[in-house]
């Protein structure tokens, strides 16, 4: 009943013993990111840890594919993306990016773009689980997942400006979850910052010991997956609507979400529970 959204768990049919009937995407095999489910929650893993998990077009083509897959279906409440190896991410593949014409250079920050879009426009929230560095467009990964737990040691980074190939994309997604003096400092200096400067900035959730990352990210996708599935798409997609909107507009439109909300299933039975 919310403008805009894919599906409606509160209009699912039910099977012959009365649970939801889920949607399932077909299994897709790929070379560079690994998926799979344990309950309700999807992990999305990419798995180039001898590149440090570079984003080459094909990586960044793979994980558009499988977060599109998983935005379709009904069984999975919340996402999240790790990297495999000692590394969350470390940018783009700069072997790929030497020598190429203007063309390719467009067509590697568009499927670059389209990614960071899939991330925030599927139903479920992701969060990024990191660990050792996330730099350039791995850091432009952690700043467009919906939450972050990083390890203590962590590291992140957006040292485009060392290379001369200034970190423009990146800088998209950072300045939208950090202050701004805080982003051009990353940006114009190109120096990392530690996993607690990042939690101060706002670029990071949780700072957690590196032997806990797996437990408490888990833990907090359990928490989400606990509430309903259906509303928790209706806010994600709220959210992101709303936020480079003026505040009367930004009301009008989060008036309108709220009160089509509050027919849904869902909220009924919610509201009737709590009284």
Known sequence: ?????????????????????????????????????????????????????????????????????????????????????????????????????PAFYRHVFDVCTRLMETIQGIPQPVIAQVQGIATAAGCQLVATCDLVVAAEDARFATPGVKIGLFCSTPMVALSRAVGRKKALEMLLTGEPISAGEAQAAG????????????????????????ASGFVVGIGKQAFYRQLEMAQPQAYAYAKEVMSLNALAADAQEGMCAFL
């Open 1 to 101: 009943p919310a403008p805009g959204l894919t599906y409606d768990r509160a209009n699912v049919p039910a099977n012959d013993e009365g649970r939801l009937a889920m949607t399932t995407a077909p299994a897709q095999s790929y070379r560079y990111v690994l998926m799979e489910t344990e309950g309700p929650i999807a992990y999305v893993t990419m798995n180039r840890p001898e590149k440090r998990n570079a984003l080459s077009v094909d990586h960044m083509q793979e994980l558009i594919d499988c977060f599109t897959a998983i935005g379709e279906r009904q069984d999975v409440a919340v996402v999240i993306l790790r990297g495999n190896g000692p590394a969350f991410c470390s940018g783009h593949d700069l072997r790929e990016m030497v020598g190429g014409d």
């Open 203 to 226: 670029l990071v959730n949780r700072v957690v010991p590196a032997e806990r990352l797996a437990d408490e990210t888990r833990a907090l996708a359990e928490k989400i997956a606990a």
